[in-house]
């Protein structure tokens, strides 16, 4: 009887995780636009204004 409860618990924290790790990813959005650099692609954000360029990867 005890080992039903922890099958049962298992599967509806599985199954909860799954869910949210669903929704998660469907709410994360890449930062604006993707730049082919060679072999690499980075996203770029632009903010603020001016001749001082960051760089961060």
Do not use: C
């Amino acid at each position: 009887m005890n080992i039903s409860w922890q099958y049962l618990l298992l599967i509806v924290t599985t199954l909860f995780h799954i869910v949210m790790s669903w929704r998660e990813s469907s709410n994360l959005l890449p930062p604006r636009e993707l730049i082919d650099i060679g072999d690499r692609h980075v996203h770029l954000y632009v903010r603020g204004e001016g001749k001082a360029t960051v760089f961060k990867s």
